[in-house]
């Protein structure tokens, strides 16, 4: 993640899926995500469910960064109950994939689905 971060352009997007673990573990995990947090280069954290790659089962998550965000606040997407059960693995419909696109490119807020958290109220979680 930081290597591709690091050759991103200052106006590029760079999306990444990595275990939802990341999102909580401590450690160096977490003085990295400390860092993109304070920094604001953590734009978008969109929650996916469990069991939709032939690899594993475990849920994963998207990280959008950006080098140069503008808004002060970081959108969570929770899609997690949002796909289609198959017999061996889960799907994401395009409807849901629709869905997931949309509220990400107009930041919309969905009770229960997606919501903006400013930095502020960020900062006062993580630091209890």
Avoid: W
């Amino acid at each position: 993640m930081l290597h591709g971060f690091h050759f991103l352009k200052d106006e590029g997007v760079m999306a990444i899926i990595l275990p939802h673990g990341v999102l909580f573990r401590g450690g160096a995990e977490e003085r990295i995500r400390t860092k993109l947090l304070k920094d604001g280069h953590i734009d978008t954290v969109i929650g996916l469910p469990a069991n939709l790659f032939y690899s594993t089962g475990i849920p994963v998550c998207i990280l959008v960064l950006k080098k140069c965000k503008k808004p002060d606040d970081v959108l969570f997407i929770n899609a997690a109950e949002h796909f289609a059960k198959g017999k061996r693995q889960n799907q994401l419909t395009d409807e849901h994939i629709a869905k997931i696109i949309q509220t990400y490119q107009f930041r919309e807020e969905e009770a229960r689905y997606s919501r903006r958290v400013g930095m502020a109220e960020i900062e006062r979680t993580t630091s209890t």
